[in-house]
T-cell receptor, first 116, second 110 residues
Framework: NAGVTQTPKFRILKIGQSMTLQCTQD?????MYWYRQDPGMGLKLIYY???????DKGEVPNGYNVSRSTTEDFPLRLELAAPSQTSVYFC???????????????FGDGTRLSIL | GQQVMQIPQYQHVQEGEDFTTYCNSS?????IQWYKQRPGGHPVFLIQ?????EVKKQKRLTFQFGEAKKNSSLHITATQTTDVGTYFC??????????FGTGTRLKVLA
């Protein structure tokens, strides 16, 4: 099993450009998450999804959009990229029953994004 | 919102010394998870603690959950250069979401 796969691994964008960060998991996990991690800092939740067709905002959703049309895929869309969005983006997934999160999260390798 | 604080923020140790990081919450935790992130890598799950006062060991790593379930600790005995990285705790008390601690960055000097 590949686990959580993120593409691309690296990307440089110009201010104002848009792009989609791809995330797919093959573990049949129902919960998926997008985090950003600025240099030397912790993880900040951008968006999460508890199943296909269901998404919700995390603590830093501004400037981002997500969709979850299938269990496997959870792409993150950046519209009108800004320098403040330079960061490492991690996608993660977990399996949960009900509302509680008591299983490990599995992370992808991350996408390192620079906006110049 | 709910926050989980970790101390210290940074720790430099000489190889062979012990290391401890502490995770503190103002509210009662349901479960606590610990993750390790190597430099340039992604967080990797280490362990989950569920019961009050629980202690679990993984080789040189000892994890403890406080009696009141408001704090947790990770202790590494005789650190090695392979222990370098950032250690995060994560509170799983929330609905749908994991609340990650601020992290402790460990550097081991050979």
């Amino acid at each position: 099993n590949a686990g959580v796969t993120q593409t691309p691994k690296f990307r440089i964008l110009k201010i104002g450009q848009s792009m989609t960060l791809q995330c797919t998991q093959d573990m049949n996990h129902n919960y998926m998450y997008w985090y950003r991690q600025d240099p030397g800092m912790g993880l900040k939740l951008i968006y999460y999804s508890v199943g296909a067709g269901i998404t919700d905002k995390g603590e830093v959703p501004n400037g981002y959009n997500v969709s979850r049309s299938t269990t496997e895929d959870f792409p993150l869309r950046l519209e009108l990229a800004a320098p403040s969005q330079t960061s490492v983006y991690f996608c993660a997934s977990s399996y949960s029953v009900g509302m509680r999160v008591d299983q490990p999260q599995h992370f992808g390798d991350g996408t390192r994004l620079s906006i110049l | 919102g709910q926050q989980v604080m970790q101390i210290p923020q940074y720790q430099h140790v000489q190889e062979g010394e012990d290391f401890t990081t502490y995770c503190n919450s103002s509210t009662t935790l349901s479960n606590i998870q610990w993750y390790k992130q190597r430099p340039g890598g992604h967080p990797v799950f280490l362990i989950q603690l569920v019961k009050s006062g629980e202690v679990k060991k993984q080789k040189r790593l000892t994890f403890q959950f406080g009696e009141a379930k408001k704090n947790s600790s990770l202790h590494i005995t005789a650190t090695q250069t392979t222990d370098v990285g950032t250690y995060f705790c994560a509170d799983t008390s929330g609905t749908y979401k994991y609340i990650f601690g601020t992290g402790t960055r460990l550097k081991v000097l050979a």
